[in-house]
C-alpha cells in the first residue's frame, strides 16, 4: 500500500524535471504578540503530492499557509514555493500559487464568470486561453450552467467549488486549500472531494491542504499532524495509523468518572475524557474478557475499533481532536482571519 | 456533475514575466469591478442622488426665502448648484472608497492582495474606479442644470465634468486612505462624522464664505473641499448673467486679499489628492 503510493508519484517528479519539493518548509515561525502561533515547523512536499495538515482549532495551520503564499512574515525560519523563496521572491510564489482560502473570498455583487474573469486579469492569463480555461475550470466544478449567475445567489458548497475553479484558473503549480470543506454538509463536502480527486488525477498539481476532519486527511498522500503550533507527526495515513499498534476501545458505563480511576489503578491506562471512556490498548479484543473481570463498574456497551487518525492525533497530543477542538481558544483579531470565526 | 469532460490541460500562463503591462491590467480590472459593482447597485444610485436633490430645491428654495431677490440677482440655488455636485461627487467618492472595509470583512481583499501584482497598481485602480463612480452621479445631477438657471454651454459643461473627476480623484483617495487604516466597518460612521460631513459644510457648498468669524474663516481655508467647490462655482457663475444685487454670494475665494486664480485652486486639490494616493499606497504596501 506504501510503497504503490509512491510509486504514484515517481513519474511526476519526473516530469517536473528533478526531485525539487513544491514546498520546503524550514524551522517557520510565526509571533503574534508574545504569543507564537507556530512555533518551527519544517516539512517537504513533493511535486505532485496532496499534502495535508491536521489539527484542531488553533493549530497554527492557517497561519503557516499565509505564510508559504506570503500573506504573513514569518517571523523566523525560511520556506520555498515552487523553488522561490516566500519573503525574498514574493511575486514569484503568487505567480506560481493557487489558493482557496478558509473563509470565502468571493465578490458577491459579481457573477460567477466575472469573478473567474478578474482573477483570470489579476494572474495575466492571455485573453485566447483564458476564455478556454473557464469554461474547463467551471465545467469541472459543475457550475458552468451558473456562470452568469450573481454569487450572492450560491449555496455555501457552490460558493466553495466556485473557489476551487478560481484557484485553478491560472494553473498554478501549487494549490493550497485551508479547509476547503469547513461548514458544508457531508454530501456537499463528498463532492468536493470528488473534485480535489479528480484534480490530482488530471493536472499536475501539487496540493497542500488542510482540515480538521479525519476522514478527509485519509484523502492525503502525506499527513502532517499539527498542534499548538508544531508538527508532532508526519507520514502517510497507513504509517501512521500503523505506528500506533493499538487498538481503540470505547466503553459506556453507569459511572464514567470512577471506570477511568479504576482503569487508572487496575490497568495503568489513561482514558480521555468527554463523552464515554476512550483508551487505546494492544490486541483489544482480548482485553475485554479481563476488563469485564476487573473492572468493578457496570458496563453498558463495548466497541473495539482498529485506529484511527484520531487515534493517532491521540497518541500524540494525548488528546482526541474533539477535546482539543473544545478547549482551543483563540483570539481572532486578525482583520485576514476573523471573517472566519462566523464561519463555525 | 462535470465529470468526464475533456481533460484539463496544464496551460504553462503563470510563468509570465512581471511587468508595466502587469500594473496596467491590474489597475484596469480593479476599475472595471469598481464600475460594474455601481451598476449593479440601483438604491446606492438612487440615495446618494436623493439628498443632494433635497439639499437644492427644499433647502435652497428655503434659505432663498429669507434673502431679498432684486430683479436680475443671482439664485440661491443657482449659487448651492456647485455645492451639492461636490456633495454627490463627496458622498460617492466615500461610499466608494469604503468599500475596502467591506472587502476586508468579507475576504476579497485577499484575493486581491495575493495576486501577483503590485499593491500601487491596486490602490490607483480602487481611486480611479471611485472616482469614475462619482464623476458619473456628479454628471447625473448636472443633468438638472436647467432648473436652477445654469446654461446647457458644451464648454461650461466639459469643464465641470474635469473639475469633477479631479474632485472626485482626491476625495476617493482621502477615504481609501482613510480606509486603508480601518478595521472595522464600524469605523467608517467615525469617519462620516469626523471628517465627511465637516468637509461638507465647511466647503462653502451652502453658504457663502464672506465675513465668516476668523475661527471659522480657517477652517473653511483648511478643507481642501473648500477650493473645489470655489473652482466649481466660478466655472459656473461665469456662464450666468449675474444682476447688481448678487455680489455677495459671487465673491470669489481670497486668502487675504488675494482672490485665488481657478488653477491654483485646482492644483491645490490636485496635490492634496497626490498626497492621499501615495499615503494609502504606502499603507498597502507596508501591511503584512
Ligand atoms: N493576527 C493574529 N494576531 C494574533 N493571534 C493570531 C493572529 N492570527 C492567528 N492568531 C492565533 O494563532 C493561532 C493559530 O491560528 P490559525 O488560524 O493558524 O489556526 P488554525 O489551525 O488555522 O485553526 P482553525 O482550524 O480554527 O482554522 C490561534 O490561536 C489564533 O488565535
Ligand atoms: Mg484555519
Not at chain 2, 195 to 204: I, N, T
Request: hydrophobic residues 45%.
Amino acid at each position: 500500500m506504501i510503497a504503490s503510493r509512491i510509486d504514484e508519484a515517481l513519474p511526476s517528479l519526473e516530469a517536473d524535471g528533478g526531485a525539487r519539493p513544491a514546498i520546503e518548509a524550514r524551522d517557520l515561525r510565526k509571533r503574534f504578540g508574545d504569543f507564537e502561533a507556530v512555533r518551527g515547523v519544517t516539512f517537504d512536499v513533493m511535486p505532485g503530492e496532496t499534502f495535508g495538515f491536521l489539527g484542531p482549532n488553533g493549530a497554527g495551520k492557517s497561519t503557516t499557509i499565509s505564510m508559504l503564499c506570503t500573506l504573513l512574515k514569518p517571523s523566523g525560519g525560511t520556506a520555498l514555493v515552487a523553488g522561490h523563496d516566500v519573503v525574498a521572491a514574493r511575486a514569484e510564489v503568487r505567480r506560481r500559487i493557487g489558493l482557496v482560502f478558509q473563509d470565502t473570498t468571493l465578490d458577491d455583487y459579481l457573477t460567477a464568470a466575472e469573478n473567474l474573469s478578474f482573477h483570470a486579469e489579476l494572474y495575466g492569463v492571455p485573453k485566447h486561453l483564458a476564455r478556454q480555461r473557464l469554461q474547463q475550470v467551471l465545467e469541472m466544478v459543475g457550475l458552468w450552467d451558473r456562470r452568469d449567475s450573481i454569487t450572492r445567489t450560491f449555496s455555501g458548497g457552490m460558493k466553495r467549488r466556485l473557489e476551487i475553479a478560481r484557484g485553478l484558473l491560472h494553473s498554478p503549480r501549487v494549490l493550497f486549500l485551508d479547509e476547503p470543506t469547513v461548514g458544508l454538509d457531508p454530501q456537499t463536502r463528498l463532492h468536493i472531494w470528488t473534485y480535489i480527486n479528480e484534480l490530482k488525477r488530471r493536472e499536475q498539481i501539487t496540493m497542500f491542504l488542510t482540515t480538521h476532519y479525519m476522514e478527509e486527511a485519509e484523502y492525503c498522500d502525506r499527513l502532517a499532524i499539527m498542534d499548538n503550533g508544531v508538527i508532532v507527526v508526519t507520514g502517510t495515513p497507513e504509517e501512521l495509523k500503523a505506528g500506533i499498534g493499538k487498538d481503540r476501545v470505547e466503553l459506556r458505563t453507569d459511572d464514567d468518572e470512577l471506570a477511568r480511576r479504576r482503569l487508572k489503578e487496575v490497568f495503568g491506562i489513561e482514558a480521555a475524557g468527554g463523552d464515554g471512556v476512550v483508551f487505546q490498548v494492544e490486541h483489544g479484543e482480548e482485553f475485554i474478557p479481563r476488563l469485564f473481570a476487573s473492572l468493578g463498574v457496570g458496563i453498558r456497551s463495548v466497541s473495539v475499533a482498529r485506529p484511527t487518525l484520531d487515534d493517532v492525533f491521540m497518541e500524540h497530543t494525548g488528546r482526541t481532536i474533539r477535546d482539543a477542538e473544545s478547549s482551543g481558544s483563540g483570539i481572532r483579531n486578525n482583520p485576514f482571519v476573523r471573517a472566519q470565526a462566523g464561519r463555525r | 456533475m462535470a465529470t468526464g469532460t475533456a481533460t484539463l490541460d496544464v496551460v504553462p500562463v503563470t510563468e509570465a514575466r512581471a511587468s508595466w503591462g502587469d500594473a496596467l491590467r491590474a489597475v484596469r480590472v480593479v476599475w472595471k469591478r469598481e464600475l460594474i459593482r455601481w451598476s449593479r447597485n440601483r438604491t446606492r444610485i438612487l440615495t446618494t442622488l436623493v439628498q443632494p436633490v433635497l439639499f437644492l430645491f427644499v433647502l435652497g428654495s428655503g434659505l432663498a426665502s429669507l434673502l431679498p431677490r432684486q430683479g436680475g440677482g443671482l439664485d440661491f440655488r443657482t449659487f448651492m448648484f456647485p455645492g451639492v455636485l461636490a456633495m454627490v461627487v463627496l458622498f460617492t467618492s466615500i461610499f466608494s472608497a469604503v468599500s475596502i472595509v467591506w472587502d476586508r470583512e468579507f475576504g476579497f481583499m485577499r484575493e486581491m492582495m495575493v495576486a501577483p501584482v503590485p499593491r500601487s497598481a491596486l490602490v490607483i485602480g480602487k481611486c480611479l474606479g471611485g472616482a469614475t463612480v462619482a464623476t458619473i452621479q456628479g454628471t447625473i445631477l448636472l443633468s438638472l442644470a436647467g432648473l436652477v438657471h445654469v446654461p446647457y454651454n458644451p464648454l461650461l459643461i466639459v469643464t465641470l465634468l474635469a473639475e469633477m473627476a479631479l474632485t472626485a480623484f482626491t476625495l476617493t483617495s482621502f477615504g481609501v486612505f482613510a480606509a486603508s487604516r480601518m478595521q472595522q466597518v464600524e469605523s467608517f460612521q467615525v469617519v462620516m462624522q469626523l471628517f465627511v460631513f465637516p468637509m461638507f459644510f465647511l466647503s462653502g457648498a451652502v453658504f457663502p464664505l464672506t465675513d465668516l468669524p476668523r475661527w471659522l474663516d480657517v477652517l473653511t481655508k483648511i478643507d481642501p473641499l473648500t477650493y473645489a467647490v470655489d473652482a466649481i462655482r466660478r466655472a459656473i457663475l461665469s456662464h450666468v448673467a449675474l444682476g447688481p444685487g448678487s455680489s455677495n454670494l459671487a465673491h470669489p475665494l481670497t486668502w487675504g486679499h488675494w482672490a485665488l486664480p481657478t488653477g491654483f485652486e485646482l492644483g491645490i486639490v490636485a496635490v492634496v489628492g497626490l498626497a492621499l494616493i501615495g499615503g494609502a499606497i504606502a499603507q498597502f504596501s507596508r501591511a503584512e
